[in-house]
Each structure stands twice: as C-alpha cells, then as structure tokens.
C-alpha cells in the first residue's frame, strides 16, 4: 500500500513540474508592437458570492475591475 502511496506522490511531482516548465519565447523586435498595447481597454468582470469578497476585490482591483455581488443587499448568503 506505501508503494501506491508513493508512486502516486512521484507522479504528482513529476506532473507538477512538467506544468510549470517555461515555454521558449521569442523576442519582439524593436518595431512590433506589444502585446499589452494592442489589448482593448476594458474592465475585468468579477463575480463575487458575498460582500466581504465583494469589497476585497473592488478595494484591490479600483477602477480596473468591474465587480457585482451574486448576493443582493440585506440578505444572507
């Protein structure tokens, strides 16, 4: 049973690492554009399932995120 156990840990830990392998990037060139300038200027949509998520992520996002709350005011989640 410990060698399943451990077989499955190994597993785990390979594929953990091959996931997190960096891919080969290529370099721009000096006149390409960047990536983040061609993006279109919009608000991040956040769904948040109660108020205290609700606040945390309009305090950290600002104005660069658009958050709506699934719970409406006075009502228990």
């Known amino acids: 049973m410990k060698k399943i ?3 499955i840990v190994c ?3 390979v594929l953990s690492c091959v996931g997190c392998q960096a891919t080969d990037a290529v370099p ?3 006149d390409a554009v960047t990536p983040s300038a061609s ?3 919009t608000k991040i949509k ?3 399932s109660f108020y205290a998520m609700y606040d945390f992520a309009k305090k ?3 104005d660069k995120v658009d958050v709506t709350n699934l ?3 006075n009502v228990e989640p």
């Open 5 to 7: 156990f451990y077989g």
């Open 46 to 48: 956040v769904y948040t």
């Open 71 to 73: 719970v409406p005011p």
């Open 60 to 62: 950290i996002g600002g």
């Open 11 to 13: 597993l785990l830990l």
């Open 28 to 30: 721009l060139a000096e």
């Open 39 to 41: 993006l279109p200027d």
